[in-house]
């Protein structure tokens, strides 16, 4: 095949990517952030206001609602509470559901951006190992990124987690090629690259630290410093002057690109607008008293009007959401961070195709004289410094919410992969070649197996994705996508039961004409509704994150320390039902009486999913919501009979 022919070829390989991920995507309602980016992005445009989720991304939010100014959308939310205090959860409801807008195709509009974004992806992977591995290796890159389960789970959906991997992968050989050339075209790209990374999420700032050891290890090296000019620098250090110098302009260079992004304007609110009344004092400020490094570094620029404001909010608010998490790993909660949820969930998440390609492309090296290793070492450092600094990262923060958050290794850990084509290439052995193309049939395969459900997949070490849920929920695995799904099987299944909802996620059930009662899922319904909902006979539809209580009133086991409670808790209220309605003047006793119910509805929920989890559903939407037929004597026992001790 020649060189044209496999450029053609590429093409068709990223459309698969783009046509793979979007149409599963049609399968999926709403997911967790979809509807902030989506109304912040298009506030971005449309009101030059930045007060809605800054802490995801200005460059990501605009680019997925980019579509959406060709909508005639009704957008008008200046006028209420939550918008004068950036509350974007209640604004972005309302700009979806209460706006007479058509949402599916908004969300069809922004999803799409994000499929491209992922053929995007994919040509890089490949342009990127073939540098370094040739052809062979860069169609081994390319195969396993363009049936990558996680990228095609992203890439269908409008969040900003594949554009920061797109960003990483762009930035880093930037910055690397101006570690080797300084001219203004270079200096100019690595700084434009920076600023779109910094722009598009928070943890592109990770950037800096890999450009100072990228920095180290290209003084390693003897050869001197082509300079713009025609100029030669041989000396450690006047290439070290000249890089530093060349990394300053640069950076300098990203940082107008971070303001040109807020309009040149400090002001997080549109210059006609009421300003945004954000809570500054707590932002900064840790949980457990005393700013935040990046609390400090906030309030400092604030005073002096060194960055955009909406920019450092969101920096701020990131390190503090960061700081105080209740995190669920196999069945076990912990208000720390669990050191083994990035391993854990990589090692299950990922296809054992991919590891096993992994595998012998960290081995291959080490087949080689020395001399040999240190080269193939030095042309891969951005690549290995990537995956060091941002893995240690993650496995010391304490945002252990979802795998989605390790996704930028991905692409880089494809690229690496592309060793072990190269070496099939040139090693006559015929076990090598099947081994790796044995490895590529088994990812590709995976792939095809979980389609569409690609943000279920777990490979085979735990038990695939039907035990998933046991070991990840969350946005690894349930972010709210199943209503649909749910529709679909009860049009098949239901024989004119009651459904009884608990729902993760931000879509709304009546949106899809499901005509369900929900419970136990309060804090994650913007509507008003009736508490306690009256538990009955019926089908019994539970959200995966629901299911394991990380976000309940009471997470964790239940015990027989929240067993007497949960009796002692039902008997006040059943003692004061009839008096409740004598209440009327006194609001201080019935708002009481009204937060003890609307508190026993999520208590009694806990009891609900403590049964439900030893037993085995009837049925499952996506491997993330679980069907329960509950008989009246079911309910009894799981709602009224005590626990043997």
Known sequence: MKGRAHWLALLALAAAHVWLAHSASREFGHTGDENAHLTGGYSYWRLNDYRLHPENGNLAQRWLALPLLAQDLNFSPQDSMAWRRGDYWPVSDAFLYGSDNDVDAILRAGRWMSALLGGALVLVVFAWSHTLFGWPGAWLSAG???????????????????????????????????????????????????????LTKFSGGLL???????????????APLPVAGGLSVKSRTGQLVCLLGAQAVAGGFAIGLLW????????????????????????????????????????????HQLL?????????????????????????FSPDRHWEFFPVAFASKTTLGALLLFALAALLPWRSPRRRIGRWAYRVAPLLVFITVYAA??????INIGHRHILPLYPALYILAGAAACALAASPSRLWAAIVCLALAWHIGASFWIRPHYLAYFNETIGGPRE?????????????????????????????????????????PARLGLDVTRFGDERF??????????????????????????????????????????????????????????????????????????AFD???????????????????????????RLSAEDLARYLDEPLPP
């Open 525 to 598: 319904d913007l509507q008003p509704r009736p508490l306690p909902a009256a538990l009955e006979p019926g089908l019994y539809a539970v959200s995966a994150t629901l299911l394991h209580q990380p976000y309940a009133l009471w997470p964790g086991y239940w015990s027989m320390l929240r067993e007497r409670s949960y009796f002692a808790h039902r008997a006040w209220l059943e003692e004061r039902a009839e008096a409740r309605a004598s209440w009327a003047d006194d609001d201080e006793r019935a708002r009481d009486y009204d937060q003890r119910w609307r």
């Open 208 to 222: 800096a630290p890999m450009a100072v050891l990228l920095t180290l290890v290209r003084l390693t090296r003897s």
């Open 308 to 332: 955009p404001e909406a920019w450092l909010y969101g920096l701020a608010y990131v390190q503090r959401a960061a700081e105080k998490r209740l995190n669920f790993l196999a069945g076990h």
């Open 260 to 303: 040109a992004a807020f309009d040149f304007r400090y002001s997080a609110s549109a210059p006609e607008a009421e300003p945004v009344a954000w809570n500054w004092e707590r932002i900064t400020h840790s949980a457990h008293g005393g700013k935040t490094l990046a609390g400090n570094f906030a309030t400092f620029a604030r005073e």
């Open 393 to 398: 990262v993650a496995i010391s923060s304490n």
């Open 468 to 508: 998933g849920h046991r070991y990840l929920v969350d946005s690894s695995l349930d972010w709210g996508q199943t209503l649909p799904g749910l529709k679909r099987w009860l049009a098949q299944h239901a024989n004119d039961e009651r459904v009884f909802l608990a729902y993760f996620g931000t879509d709304r």
């Open 144 to 198: 396993l990124a363009a049936f990558c389960p996680h990228l095609l789970a992203h890439a269908g959906l409008a969040n900003s987690d594949l554009a920061v991997s797109l960003a990483f992968l762009v930035a880093l050989p930037a910055w690397w090629r101006l570690l080797h050339r300084v001219s203004v075209g270079r200096t100019l790209g690595a700084g434009a690259a920076a600023g779109a990374l910094v």
């Open 602 to 628: 999520q208590v009694r929920f806990a009891r609900l999913c403590y049964f439900l989890r030893s037993r085995e559903p009837d049925a499952h939407i996506g491997y993330a919501m679980f069907i329960y």
